[in-house]
């Protein structure tokens, strides 16, 4: 009986050690309680791009409550990004996050070694190196871009059956920021989606040359609707092409495809549908990471390349909002699920290729034929398309 007695116990040591290991490699001694966590945006919530970026700051408030203390620096240009960026990490900031486009937080990164710093790709850095705790992510805005052409290719087709607009008047119009590989990819992935609907489709495109300038982006959609335009777009940072699609709508048939933020509200008759990118896969498996002590890299899933991610709607890093069925042309959710699908299983070639030539509007003897097709964010995940289509895409002052 006493012998039966010592072997329960050491049966019962046994077990509470198991327990004990479990429990340790579940919750790890460096395994952080709390968090303390910085954003920097380059504009405040009320402009789109920026909006769209703090709904990943409001998943993290709601997932982690009170254990994640959160810091906001908002309309903090790039030329002033040094103090507000020292003041986070010098607070203890573990993690902060930047929408912005300054050099200057990949070089003050190895001072602050303890901080990882987080920065939307604003360039290629494929074969760069890089401090080990800075990083730069990007949703692959171009399957986005390109499945909301398919939306805006169906309602030009539906509005030439409908004998609204004759053939060549196809036209889709696109009120662009500046001429960067980032903005001529995702206007080129939106009139190749147009195109795949409406082959003879063409685009007349716009620069502000300003990233948010409301004036200046209503001005440029409304020039565009006066050179016959049918369907505007954009990559700029406001609401003003949406409004002017409202305005002329009560005139002629005019829609809007949005980037980033719905517009159903602003633009309730003209507004067709929206991509945006989604920040919040990155942004709450960089601070999971954090918390639980191990490389960004290791816990966030997409397309790595080092210290840089990508993904497109394999990872919910892309999705599409509020697509308007008072507006949209019958068919066209069917339509668009169909170019999801396929990039979701990776056909992500359905994009960037047809019978086209592509012309580097910086040297003309750069040219591109996309006949075989081309892979946007194949090593990084800042977009690298520089081509403008030749007879397809105008560049209108």
């Known amino acids: 009986m006493k012998r039966l007695y010592v072997i329960t116990a050491g049966t019962c040591l046994a077990v509470l050690l198991a327990f004990a290991c479990i429990f340790w490699m579940l919750n790890p001694a460096d395994k952080k309680q709390t968090v303390k966590i910085g954003f920097i945006y380059d504009n405040d919530e009320s402009t789109p791009y920026t909006y769209n970026f703090s709904l990943a700051k409001d998943a993290l408030e709601k997932m982690y409550g009170e254990r994640a203390e959160i810091v906001t620096c908002s309309n903090v240009i790039d030329e002033e990004m040094e103090e507000p960026l020292r003041e986070l990490a010098g607070s203890g900031c573990d993690i902060i996050f930047f929408n912005g486009y300054s050099e200057l937080v990949k070089e003050l990164a190895p001072e602050y070694p303890s901080t990882q710093f987080c920065q939307t790709s604003y360039m290629d850095m494929y074969g760069q190196t890089v401090p080990e705790n800075y990083h730069t992510f990007k949703g692959e805005a171009y399957q986005g871009r390109y499945v909301s052409g398919i939306a805006a290719g169906m309602k030009i087709k539906q509005m030439i059956k409908e004998e609204l607009i004759t053939e060549d008047q196809a036209i889709v119009g696109f009120v662009a920021a500046f001429p960067t590989s980032e903005v001529i990819s995702g206007y080129t992935a939106f009139i190749l989606g147009v195109r795949s609907v409406v082959p003879n489709a063409v685009m007349k495109v716009s620069y502000t040359n300003t990233w948010s300038s409301y004036a200046h982006e209503k001005s440029a959609a409304h020039n565009l609707i006066n050179e016959g335009c049918v369907i505007i777009s954009q990559h700029t940072d406001?609401?003003?092409?949406?409004?002017?699609?409202?305005?002329?709508?009560?005139?002629?048939?005019?829609?809007?495809?949005?980037?980033?933020?719905?517009?159903?509200?602003?633009?309730?008759?003209?507004?067709?549908?929206?991509?945006?990118?989604?920040?919040?896969?990155?942004?709450?498996?960089?601070?999971?990471?954090?918390?639980?002590?191990?490389?960004?890299?290791?816990?966030?899933?997409?397309?790595?390349?080092?210290?840089?991610?990508?993904?497109?709607?394999?990872?919910?890093?892309?999705?599409?909002?509020?697509?308007?069925?008072?507006?949209?042309?019958?068919?066209?959710?069917?339509?668009?699920?169909?170019?999801?699908?396929?990039?979701?299983?990776?056909?992500?070639?359905?994009?960037?290729?047809?019978?086209?030539?592509?012309?580097?509007?910086?040297?003309?003897?750069?040219?591109?034929?996309?006949?075989?097709?081309?892979?946007?964010?194949?090593?990084?995940?800042?977009?690298?398309?520089?081509?403008?289509?030749?007879?397809?895409i105008t560049i209108v002052e």
């Open 238 to 392: 406001t609401i003003g092409p949406a409004i002017a699609c409202e305005e002329a709508l009560v005139k002629r048939p005019v829609y809007f495809v949005g980037y980033n933020q719905s517009m159903s509200e602003v633009a309730p008759g003209a507004s067709l549908v929206t991509s945006r990118i989604c920040w919040e896969p990155y942004v709450l498996g960089a601070v999971d990471a954090v918390i639980k002590g191990k490389e960004i890299e290791k816990v966030v899933t997409g397309h790595i390349h080092g210290t840089d991610i990508s993904a497109g709607f394999e990872k919910g890093w892309v999705e599409m909002l509020d697509l308007n069925l008072q507006v949209a042309a019958p068919g066209t959710q069917s339509a668009m699920d169909n170019a999801i699908n396929m990039f979701k299983r990776g056909h992500v070639d359905i994009c960037f290729k047809g019978n086209y030539i592509g012309v580097n509007p910086d040297d003309p003897s750069d040219t591109y034929d996309l006949k075989n097709g081309y892979t946007e964010n194949e090593n990084t995940s800042y977009p690298l398309f520089h081509y403008i289509l030749s007879d397809i």
